[in-house]
């Protein structure tokens, strides 16, 4: 089982390097990230359960450990998330039964960590 919240530290490092090789695209990316992000006819919470949803069936682990973790601090609860999954399932099929399972280890895993 992959340790989500340990994933999430280690990208987090990763994207700062990143950031440092290439600077202007980073940039433009967290404001992108923002602007999305950002509470107008959606609320935050709902916006990072949509971005794991899109994760989930797109098959990106590190985008799961990301908005897991984005859509708890923002207030999403485990049924939420669990609803999420289930959405995930419907677009994506199968393989998002597998990417959905992590979702919920994820979300495991941030609990015992006291997110």
């Known amino acids: 089982m992959k340790n989500f919240p340990e994933h999430f530290k280690e990208l987090s490092t990763w994207m700062e390097k990143l950031g440092l090789a290439i600077p202007e695209t980073m940039k433009g990316f967290g404001v992108l990230h923002e602007a999305s992000l950002k509470t107008g006819a ?19 682990d590190g985008c799961i450990s990301f908005h897991v973790h984005d859509a708890m601090q923002a207030g999403a609860n485990k049924e939420e998330i669990a609803e999420t999954v289930s959405v995930a399932i419907l677009m994506g099929g199968g393989p998002s039964v597998v990417y959905g399972i992590e979702a919920m280890q994820a979300l495991s895993q941030y609990q015992e960590q006291g997110l």
Do not use: F, H
């Open 42 to 60: 959606l609320d935050s919470k709902t916006k990072e359960l949509i971005a794991l949803g899109i994760a989930i069936t797109v098959r990106c």
